[in-house]
């Protein structure tokens, strides 16, 4: 793995996805061997919210040293973020955290499941899956995302990628309900899942994958200071004791944000 | 230009460590900083056996800093015998355990085991204001202060810096007492007891519903501290809260401190210890100062 | 929608007040704020006779605050009466008179020569850290506390708020003592001590050494004292330190305040009262909250 | 005298006039009524820092609704000010303070003196003064500026308002020495002195002044958090006890920051 560094990143472009919902591409050394599902922190340059701002890496484009955030407009730091225009600098942190294992898609049927802000680094993964060599693809991809409304963001980029179910809250597109709604209502199967949302939603992806014998990775949210493991601030608690922490404690951070939902107690 | 400085005998390179909890073992800001620049590395508390800390969500931004509540989650001193202390032999840099308990059996359980082991200083938290037992029990009354420090003095094997609460009337009276117990070095200050309320979900953002502030907005009542337990005590004094920048520590060390620690802005700049070195070389050069020492404590009355 | 709150029997049409000695006698911001939407105008501390205070500097800045000592110069109560309270009565607006001394005699004084005044209530300054004789002294033993609270009230014709320092170590324990000796509510919290050096000139940057740290650095200590008074008294409570915006000020009636008071962010925002206000009423429309006083202290245990 | 308040101004113009030294318009509603030695406070964006800054007028053009502003880059604030480009926004808040008396110039010989970064409020009073109807424009204006150096910053400005004598501690323009050294070289008379500077170079001109039984009034500094005469943080000594404060003390930021120098105790 690289080195983790705090870095300059240049704006690109942003542009509203969603209400609320922005899309934004940097410029940024961190692009290299990126794993789906890891992770950056963004400071914010306002001087009174001094913490980096965790957000999933949506997509990468190696070639032209670019990485893609997708994130939600919900406090201090991200209405900051919004307001950056092309050729602006933001501070980074990164990369971060493990990502997904997509050495367990080879040969299997891989199931992606994202609800809310939990959508976008499932872009990556499924364009990463897709991509691979023969021999460790998976036999098929399907995807089942949710959404609260008819605001679908990333849904196209989705389509070209495996073969999406949509559930919404609202019950305007796809299944009304959540992503499990979906995926009984479309007898979707999977021999892994790999998902990320919020709390509820991947503990009742748990318990499912558990019931149909399915192997789960999820990727957790917890407040976090430094992002790289040496606050234990975003902590989660796990089924045994963990290697690092000799407690039934993980690091959300460095051992995460993605872990097997067996090992997890959430 | 001499930057090395002195607390119980033993010299560090320079006065620029890493405070407590904000640092891991060293290992994780390796990436980051060269450890082998730092004077000395303070690592997280430890306690005799593994602790779990607190639920969370632990922590929680505010302006110009943060609220923690770990709760002091720790491997235990095993762990840190095998593991991180064996990591940080590697580097050219100062070690001091940082040690935590519920009771004072723990403390010389934990520094008992340590007697034999590659640390520089141990570095007592009796001010971690986030476990319910023991620990700021301990730093938040004179005489309870004094008693601890006494028995562990008989144990410690390595000089013992007692850390110090600011959440207290009288710091000087609680520098003091370390002193007259036979502390060695005192560290202040650890965070300061605080709450914040999400005014959305209408509860306590911390899951401990208080936690410690950390961070620039401290600095001022650190640097009061600071200054007045330099001149309550003769023992040297180890200065944090809210250092960012080489300005920052260059004032907690006018003000007593003869070693700083960078705390909570490691995780806003994890260069920030490289840098706070860098620069107290530069204001030394640019204000004629040839060695450090003649600028600890050279404000006052 | 209901935003008037009641203290010792004195209704107050919204929470929403001004801190003492950040907002003058109210004649300084009435080119900025309506004195009239106010729920009151605390004053600037009062003594029996005038006081010259400290010399200068008398006030920096810090990280996300400030550091004062002033050191309560004021023209004294018989000007207050004859120039500022007439000024005050004007609007339609509470009057909250903050009292300093430096015996328990000064402050009988004044609280005698404005017993029939046109004043709500009685703020007691025991908190000031920026005056060498009393104040301060008064208010980090919870005896003095008692005592001072208890002869106050024999004298005092209207209700006394006592007004509690940070500088202490147990904030409840001052709350309780302040309740047990008749006070009718607490306001806290007054400024943390804290200390600033100018590292080029290697002074210190207030010619008093110390001063008093407020503004939105302190407010996470400021809304943990409040919550643990309101935990620890039945009493109500003005709460303040760093209040800038309404989401901070609902941050405090949650955790038990009555009413806040907006401090040293009237320097930085002499409109921050006005949307302090409006910002309440907002929260309270989204949230459907039809009296404020289903707010306070609806955070706890 | 207008209401005071916290507004927006729009910067018009900022370029470096010496090192360090910056010459800013803003467009701002407060370009009205100024006197010249009035003052404003800049607040800088930085979180962080929360006070408002105050500089002095150098400038008005009530036309344009325009000010200016020159300062010395010393420390967050002022560094912050300088990287503002034409179209941006500051926030700032005025008019603050009194103001130099002019009434007291007519027919009178009087003589403006500054020293250093107290240069740039005497321009406008300068200007001001030339512009004085017969019957209350002074009979002569002598303009006095002491210089560190050859950066003789405002110079050409100066002299269209009147007869500019420069001291320079290094000597390189002018007198070498400070103002009074150029007052005494240049046998400069006056009847009244305008002065703003550095405290030692005020208590000079308070000693020449009372020495010669000239009239002067000069322009305090001292750090404020208000500036509306709340906080009684910017103190000035006074001989007499304060009409205000009842004891003997004055408030720059309202009473002054120009003072009689008969009144005040420096
Ligand atoms: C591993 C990980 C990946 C994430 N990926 C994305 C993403 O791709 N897109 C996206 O929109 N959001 C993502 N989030 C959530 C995102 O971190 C928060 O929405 C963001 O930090 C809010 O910052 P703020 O300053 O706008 O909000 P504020 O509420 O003002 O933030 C205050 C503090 O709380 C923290 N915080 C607030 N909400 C959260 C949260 N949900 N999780 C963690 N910290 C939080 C902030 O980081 C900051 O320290 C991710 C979170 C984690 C942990
Ligand atoms: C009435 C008045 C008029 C002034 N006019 C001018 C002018 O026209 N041009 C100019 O360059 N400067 C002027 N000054 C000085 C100017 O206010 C300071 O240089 C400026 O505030 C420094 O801010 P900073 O953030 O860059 O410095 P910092 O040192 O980072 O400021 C920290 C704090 O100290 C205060 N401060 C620092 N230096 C001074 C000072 N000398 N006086 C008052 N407060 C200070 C700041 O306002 C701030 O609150 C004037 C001062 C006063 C009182
Ligand atoms: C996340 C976190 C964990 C901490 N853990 C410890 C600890 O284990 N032992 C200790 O003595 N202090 C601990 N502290 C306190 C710091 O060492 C330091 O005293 C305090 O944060 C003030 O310095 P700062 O403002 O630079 O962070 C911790 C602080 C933080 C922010
Ligand atoms: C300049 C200044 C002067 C003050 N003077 C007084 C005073 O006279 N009496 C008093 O009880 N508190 C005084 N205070 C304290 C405030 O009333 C308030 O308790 C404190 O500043 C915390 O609130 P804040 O952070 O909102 O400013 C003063 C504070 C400041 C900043
Ligand atoms: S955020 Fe610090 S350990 Fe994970
Ligand atoms: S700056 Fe507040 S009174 Fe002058």
């Known amino acids: 793995m690289a080195k983790k560094k705090k870095t300059q990143a240049k704006v690109l472009s942003q542009r509203m996805l969603a209400d609320g919902i922005c899309d934004l591409w940097l410029e940024t050394s961190l692009a290299e061997h990126v794993n789906p599902g890891q992770f950056i922190g963004v400071y914010p340059a306002n001087a009174s919210a001094l913490l980096p701002r965790p957000i999933s890496i949506c997509r990468v484009n190696e070639g032209r040293n670019a990485l893609r955030l997708v994130y939600r407009i919900v406090g201090k730091g991200t209405a900051e973020f919004a307001l950056y225009q092309p050729g602006e600098y933001l501070s980074v942190l990164g990369i971060l955290g493990n990502g997904f294992p997509m050495e367990k898609a080879a040969g299997r049927k891989v199931m992606l499941m994202g609800g809310g802000i939990g959508v976008p680094p499932l872009l990556e993964l499924a364009a990463q899956l897709k991509r691979l060599p023969e021999g460790q693809k998976p036999s098929q991809i399907s995807i089942v995302m949710g959404y609260r409304d008819a605001q679908t963001f990333l849904k196209e980029e989705f389509e070209e990628n495996g073969a999406l179910y949509i559930a919404t809250e609202d019950g305007s597109v796809g299944s009304r309900g959540n992503v499990l709604d979906a995926v009984r209502e479309n007898h979707v199967e999977a021999d892994v899942i790999y998902a990320c949302g919020p709390m509820p939603m991947l503990r009742a992806i748990k318990k499912y994958a558990q019931d149909n014998r399915i192997q789960a990775y999820i990727s957790l949210e917890e407040r976090m200071a430094c992002g790289v493991g040496a606050c234990l601030g975003c902590v989660c608690k796990t089924v045994h004791e963990d290697a690092h922490s000799h407690v039934n404690n993980t690091r959300i951070c460095t051992d995460g944000p993605v872990f097997n939902a067996e090992d997890v107690d959430i | ?301």
Chains 1, 4 share one sequence.
């Open chain 2, 1 to 301: 230009m001499n930057t090395s400085v002195e607390i119980a005998g033993v010299s560090f390179k320079n006065p620029v460590m890493t405070a407590s909890g904000t640092f891991g073992s060293g290992m994780e800001y390796a990436e980051f900083a060269d450890l082998n620049r730092l004077g000395a590395v303070i690592t997280k508390g430890v306690a005799n056996v593994p602790w779990p800390g607190n639920p969370t969500p632990r922590v929680v931004e505010t302006y110009g800093g943060m609220l923690n509540a770990i709760g002091l989650q720790n491997p235990g001193v095993d762990v840190m015998i095998e593991r991180d202390l064996p990591y940080l032999q590697q580097f050219d840099t100062g070690v001091i355990v940082n040690v935590c308990g519920k009771s004072v059996e723990d403390y010389i359980e934990v520094v008992e085991k340590l007697s034999d082991q590659p640390v520089d200083l141990l570095e007592i938290n009796v001010s971690c204001p986030n476990v319910k037992e023991g620990a700021i029990a301990f730093g938040q009354k004179a005489d309870a202060l004094y008693n601890i420090t006494e028995q562990l003095k008989k144990h410690a094997k390595q000089p013992i810096i007692m850390k110090l609460s600011p959440n207290v009337t009288d710091i000087a009276e609680m520098a003091k007492a370390a002193e007259a117990a036979g502390a060695d070095a005192i560290s202040l200050i650890n965070t300061i007891t605080g709450m914040k309320i999400d005014i959305d979900k209408r509860r306590f953002a911390l899951a401990n519903k208080t936690g410690g502030l950390s961070g620039p907005a401290i600095k001022p009542v650190a640097v009061r501290m600071v200054y007045q337990a330099a001149q309550a005590v003769k023992i040297p004094i180890i200065g944090m809260g809210g250092i960012a920048t080489a300005e920052d520590a260059i004032e907690f060390i006018l003000a007593g401190a003869t070693a700083v620690a960078v705390g909570m802005m490691n995780f806003h700049d994890p260069y920030a210890t490289m840098s706070v070195i860098e620069g107290i070389e530069k204001y030394m050069q640019m204000q004629h100062v040839e060695d450090i020492r003649e600028l600890i404590g050279a404000v006052h009355d």
